[in-house]
């Protein structure tokens, strides 16, 4: 049973540009969940998909985007990229909407400048 | 809004001793306490969860106690070893859907 991937693992970026993060779900998990992890900070919640529905979403703002595909693997862009926008982004997937054994990936560190 | 305050930022413990991590929560709402732990590099991985019914839950060496009138919880790690340094994350989240998390805990056990 694999666990959840992101990639890349690192990526830097200039202020304006856009960004595309990806993340395939553990086995047998059909909704995500990205989180934003600012330095010294806890995972803000930033969007949940669920059957490729987004069902649920945290304080940001629409430049801020995601898809879930059949296979339940999922997308985060960010358009116009800030400098605040610098944070280590985390996928974590579940088996149902609804569920509590959320499984974290590794994450993506962005780096805007 | 933090709904969700964690404390201390930081703590210091000598290999044996007991670490304590505190949260206190806001919305009532919230059924499910999670805590989790991360180390550099890699994403949080739940440790223990505790649902509000009950006031204590064990699990080896990790134990949660929750105060539902004063709306706190905390992880306690009994003998803490070297390799438990990490930061912690405490959690809430109603019926399972999406994480509030604290502000998180670096805890470093000297050995």
């Known amino acids: 049973e694999t666990g959840v991937t992101q990639s890349p693992t690192h990526l830097i970026k200039t202020r304006g540009q856009q960004v595309t993060l990806r993340c395939s779900s553990q086995s047998g998990h059909n909704t995500v969940s990205w989180y934003q992890q600012a330095l010294g900070q806890g995972p803000q919640f930033i969007f949940q998909y669920y059957r490729e529905e987004e069902n649920g979403r945290g304080n940001f703002p629409p430049r801020f985007s995601g898809l879930q595909f059949p296979n339940y693997s999922s997308e985060l862009n960010v358009n116009a990229l800030e400098l605040d926008d610098s944070a280590l982004y985390l996928c974590a997937s579940t088996k149902e909407q609804a569920s509590y054994g959320y499984t974290f990936g590794s994450g993506t560190r962005l780096t805007v400048v | 809004q933090q709904q969700v305050k964690q404390s201390p930022q930081s703590l210091i413990v000598q290999k044996g001793g007991i670490s304590i991590i505190n949260c206190a929560y806001e919305?009532?709402?919230?059924?499910?306490f999670p805590w989790y732990q991360q180390f550099p590099g890699k994403g949080p991985a739940l440790l223990i969860a505790?649902?509000?019914?009950?006031s204590e839950k064990k699990e080896g060496r990790f134990t949660i106690s929750f105060n539902k009138s004063a709306k706190q919880f905390s992880l306690h790690i009994m003998d803490s070893q070297p390799g438990d340094s990490a930061t912690y994350f405490c959690?809430?989240?109603?019926?399972?859907?999406?994480?509030?998390f604290g502000e998180g805990t670096q805890l470093t056990v000297n050995p």
């Open positions: 959690a809430a989240s109603i019926s399972g859907s999406r994480l509030t």
């Open positions: 505790i649902r509000p019914d009950v």
């Open positions: 919305n009532t709402a919230f059924d499910y």
